[in-house]
């Protein structure tokens, strides 16, 4: 299947509900000539793809999945678009034939609008677990159209549905007949039918959906009649004709169901009478009303355990590996200066320290990633969207909520990009909109490795115990920001309802699980070699210019003359002078003995040191004296020189590097934010890495890991580097706390704000969704470093306090309230006022 194919011949629809396997289909006829574009106006994608058969063309387009042809979602509203105006050739309906009742009033309303329809009847390998035997040529005989049984994960049934598709043609489908309200029907029916801007459109189909009183059929009635009030009159008026108190959208919602069960019951058999399906047996303990909370919990707990805790132990066998790919880069790149190094050197191992810091986590996600594709293809990660539906209406939110919030990562390892995405199907606008706001407040995979650093530093005891908190923290803090905002800034916005249906249990494949933890590490891998190496050579312009100032500088460089001529004057008078005639050999010297240095400090074993050194100096003959312990006249006295001149040097660079930062334009931005953040006692290092982690998540590690630079010819971790320095500078635990508090609270990155921007169309929502967040995480991280240190707290027990009051404020709003059923005040015979 080229595609260069040529001229489309037929344009293809694929309809069907969400979960029938239609996009399984919609791969299994196009192969690999897709293209994904999106609906003009919406965001909503569209998937088109094409393929030839018997010398024609076929576009086939994956419409949204939907249950039904109404107004409710934006799925809905795009699919029903998409028929009316581009009127393709054929619908093929994807229907699953283990739950063909739930799909067959989608195939009713696609057959009143008059399309050739194929059904493909998937899924038959899982009917047949089930213990159902369907009746192919009954379901033909009932529904007038043509049905293919197809296993698409299987590629079972593709050749028959192409010749079905290219075999459809205009029929005359059976009617559903609505009773009671039949008559109303036809008579809207036959008043549409003769309106000559109406007849691309089926009257049957039109009929009832005025009926329905749909508002979009309204519209489209108004938008193509100059004069459209008499029909929508007479609409009106059958609607309140219709007999008894059920409204008119229910009977046809009863007609389409009792068919749709008639014609299960008359096509299908059950071998398998009162057996209880395995999912459903699993489902009565894993969603039972008191232990299903339970379960989760314990579940969150174990992805913790085994990804971070554990995890993180093979991070002792990673960090050795980047730490050698650094010693490796700075052998190739040109040699350091005494005081200043070439650009090249600066830059490239600036590039390398800001990668290593985050692929050192790499273990960490590939388990990560795992555990998740376990929870995906088991089933179970669709039965925590159904045990959080009812707590999410509580708060405001939609039972669709949850898929966008499992993507951004409740658990971790998400991203807020696809999160945001993702709300575009919940047809609730007031919790799509409450929603998009608090997507970024989950654990993105980004968010994970300044977690560990922080929780590796303060609470290596209780990493457990942390992170539990922080990634339940982060979803309490969601619900509770969706509330407030729900019944404030959203609460004009519209509500709708909401459908959702749970897939059977699946045993994972290790090839499945592997494939998916592995691609989406190498995505993490990917994002670390672009986005973050870019935002660190932004970074390191910003931290290097404008330098230290001149007058400082002199004062740097006089320190570094005096340190060189106290070395040479030790030497005067000593064999050792002439292995440094010139300021090139001595800097390669010291340089040399850095790097040794530090490696033998590594290595701790006077053995293995001893080996180093000769090592060392079999590339630098001249510099044994210097080197290796000798009784050679003035040896000692030279290789003491030397240690105290590196150890000025050393002192020198750490001076001037913290001198450059502080007074860079990033530096300076960090400083004047000080004052403000004080309160929740970061300081200027802290605040550049909070900024530079706008435009990405992982540059507030990459960033950190610069700015606890590390002097020449060491190789410590990032832990080590930052825990010395902030502990030296009086930072604490509770200072930790506060960090994560706020980075859990903090606005979404630039990629994310991006797709605020365009999920809602509106750039006050996109400056809200930036405000907001950095007002409350700097409020919130502010008051409790400040009440912490106040009460005396250490960190876990001021985290533990934070955890508590959150959850009960959790509690207190999602109780229902005992005056909300209390009947509204009646009048009062008085006196008028």
Same mark, same amino acid.
């Given at each position: 299947m080229s595609d260069t194919a040529g001229p489309v011949s037929r344009l293809v629809a694929l309809a069907g509900q969400q979960n029938a396997g239609k996009s399984t289909?919609?791969? $299994?006829?196009?192969?690999?000539?897709?293209? @994904?574009?999106?609906?003009?106006?919406?965001?909503?994608?569209? #998937?088109?793809?094409?393929?030839?058969?018997?010398?024609?063309?076929?576009?086939?387009?994956?419409?949204?999945?939907?249950?039904?042809?109404?107004?409710?979602?934006?799925?809905?509203? /795009?699919?029903?678009?998409?028929?009316?105006?581009?009127?393709?050739?054929?619908?093929?309906?994807?229907?699953?034939?283990?739950? &063909?009742?739930?799909?067959?009033?989608?195939?009713?309303?696609?057959?009143? $609008?008059?399309?050739?329809?194929?059904?493909?009847?998937?899924?038959?390998?899982?009917?047949?677990?089930?213990?159902?035997?369907?009746?192919?040529?009954?379901?033909?005989?009932r529904l007038c159209v043509p049905v293919v049984p197809v296993v698409g994960r299987k590629g079972l049934g593709a050749d028959a549905l192409r010749a079905a598709i290219a075999a459809a043609h205009d029929t005359r489908p059976a009617t559903l007949n609505y009773g009671a309200l039949e008559p109303a029907v036809q008579d809207m029916q036959a008043a549409l039918a003769e309106e000559a801007a109406l007849k691309d459109i089926s009257a049957r189909w039109m009929a009832v959906k005025l009926l329905e009183d749909d508002a979009e059929a309204k519209r489209l009635v108004s938008d193509r009649l100059d004069n459209p009030h008499p029909l929508l009159d007479r609409a009106h008026r059958l609607r309140a004709a219709a007999p008894g108190e059920i409204s008119a959208a229910d009977r046809v919602s009863a007609a389409r169901d009792g068919l749709a069960a008639d014609i299960v019951a008359t096509c299908i058999t059950a071998t398998r009478a009162g057996h209880v399906p395995l999912s459903e047996r699993i489902d009565r303990f894993l969603l039972h009303p008191w232990l299903a909370p339970v379960f989760l919990v314990a579940v969150i707990w174990a992805i913790y355990q085994l990804s971070i805790v554990q995890g993180y132990r093979l991070t002792e066998v990673t960090w050795p590996l980047l730490a050698g790919f650094r010693d490796f880069t700075g052998s190739v790149l040109p040699d350091a200066g005494f005081l200043h190094d070439p650009q090249m050197r600066a830059m490239g191992l600036w590039m390398v320290d800001a990668a290593n810091t985050l692929l050192n986590y790499v273990? @960490? *996600?590939?388990?990560?990633?795992? &555990?998740?594709?376990?929870?995906?293809?088991?089933?179970?990660?669709?039965?925590?969207?159904?045990?959080?539906?009812?707590?999410?209406?509580?708060?405001?939110?939609?039972?669709?909520?949850?898929?966008?919030?499992?993507?951004?990562?409740?658990?971790?390892?998400?991203?807020?990009?696809?999160?945001?995405?993702?709300? #575009?199907? @919940?047809?609730?606008?007031?919790?799509? %909109?409450?929603?998009?706001?608090?997507?970024?407040? $989950?654990?993105? %995979?980004?968010?994970?490795? &300044?977690?560990?650093?922080? @929780?590796?530093?303060?609470?290596?005891?209780? #990493?457990g115990l942390m992170l539990f908190y922080l990634s339940t923290l982060t979803v309490i803090a969601a619900m509770l920001i969706a509330k407030l905002l729900t019944v404030s800034v959203l609460r004009h916005e519209e509500t709708a309802p909401f459908v959702m249906e749970l897939p059977n249990y699946h045993l994972p494949t290790l090839s499945g699980v592997l494939r998916r933890a592995v691609d989406r590490t190498w995505l993490y891998i990917k994002?670390?070699?672009?986005?973050?190496?870019?935002?660190?050579?932004?970074?390191? /312009? &910003?931290?290097?210019?404008?330098?230290?100032?001149?007058?400082?500088?002199?004062?740097?460089?006089?320190?570094?003359?005096?340190?060189?001529?106290?070395?040479?004057?030790?030497?005067?008078?000593?064999?050792q002078r002439a292995a440094v005639p010139d300021q090139a050999a001595l800097v390669d010297l010291v340089n040399t003995f850095t790097e040794l240095r530090a490696t033998q400090d590594e290595a701790g074993d006077p053995a293995v040191s001893r080996a180093l050194a000769e090592r060392a100096v079999a590339r630098h003959p001249a510099y044994a004296p210097f080197l290796l312990p000798t009784d050679a006249p003035g040896a000692g006295d030279a290789a003491g020189a030397l240690a105290r001149l590196a150890d000025a040097r050393i002192a020198i660079r750490r001076e001037m590097r913290k001198d450059k930062?502080?007074?860079?334009?990033?530096?300076?931005?960090?400083?004047?934010?000080?004052?403000?953040?004080? *309160?929740?006692?970061?300081?200027? #290092?802290?605040?550049?890495?909070?900024?530079?982690?706008?435009?990405?998540?992982?540059?507030?590690?990459?960033?950190?890991? /610069?700015?606890?630079?590390?002097?020449?010819?060491?190789?410590?971790t990032l832990e080590e580097r930052m825990g010395a320095a902030q502990a030296a500078e009086g930072h604490t635990a509770l200072s930790a706390v506060a960090l994560l508090l706020f980075f859990a609270l903090y606005p979404p990155c630039l990629a994310t704000m991006m797709m605020v921007k365009v999920q809602t169309g509106s750039v006050k929502w996109m400056a809200f969704s930036i405000i907001f967040p950095t007002l409350l995480g700097l409020a919130v991280a502010s008051a409790v470093f400040t009440a912490g240190r106040v009460l005396g707290l250490g960190g876990l027990q001021t985290m533990t306090a934070v955890y508590l009051l959150t959850l009960g404020a959790l509690i207190v709003v999602a109780l229902p309230k005992p005056w909300a059923h209390l009947p509204a005040p009646r009048p009062v015979p008085g006196d008028g006022s």
């Open positions: 289909l919609f791969n $299994m006829l196009t192969g690999m000539t897709q293209h @994904i574009a999106n609906y003009p106006g919406v965001t909503v994608d569209k #998937k088109s793809g094409r393929y030839e058969h018997g010398g024609q063309t076929v576009e086939v387009v994956d419409l949204p999945g939907c249950y039904s042809l109404t107004a409710f979602s934006l799925e809905e509203r /795009v699919a029903r678009a998409f028929l009316l105006d581009d009127r393709p050739d054929v619908v093929v309906n994807v229907l699953d034939a283990s739950n &063909l009742r739930r799909g067959l009033p989608l195939t009713f309303q696609l057959l009143e $609008m008059g399309f050739p329809v194929v059904v493909a009847l998937n899924m038959m390998d899982v009917a047949e677990s089930h213990g159902l035997e369907i009746e192919i040529a009954a379901l033909e005989r273990p @960490i *996600f590939l388990i990560l990633f795992a &555990l998740i594709a376990i929870l995906e293809d088991s089933g179970y990660m669709a039965r925590i969207a159904f045990i959080l539906d009812r707590a999410l209406h509580r708060f405001g939110l939609h039972g669709q909520s949850t898929l966008p919030f499992i993507l951004a990562g409740v658990f971790a390892g998400g991203c807020a990009v696809p999160g945001v995405a993702a709300t #575009k199907g @919940i047809p609730d606008a007031r919790a799509r %909109m409450a929603t998009i706001l608090t997507v970024p407040f $989950m654990n993105c %995979m980004a968010k994970i490795p &300044l977690y560990t650093l922080l @929780i590796n530093i303060y609470f290596p005891e209780t #990493k994002k670390v070699g672009t986005v973050v190496v870019a935002i660190a050579v932004v970074i390191y /312009v &910003l931290l290097q210019f404008p330098g230290v100032p001149a007058e400082r500088q002199v004062a740097y460089q006089d320190r570094a003359e005096a340190a060189i001529a106290r070395f040479y004057d030790t030497l005067e008078g000593s064999a930062l502080e007074s860079s334009f990033l530096g300076t931005v960090g400083r004047g934010l000080e004052p403000v953040t004080q *309160f929740a006692d970061f300081d200027w #290092k802290i605040n550049v890495a909070l900024l530079a982690s706008f435009a990405a998540r992982e540059n507030s590690v990459a960033t950190l890991g /610069v700015l606890f630079d590390q002097d020449d010819g060491q190789n410590r």
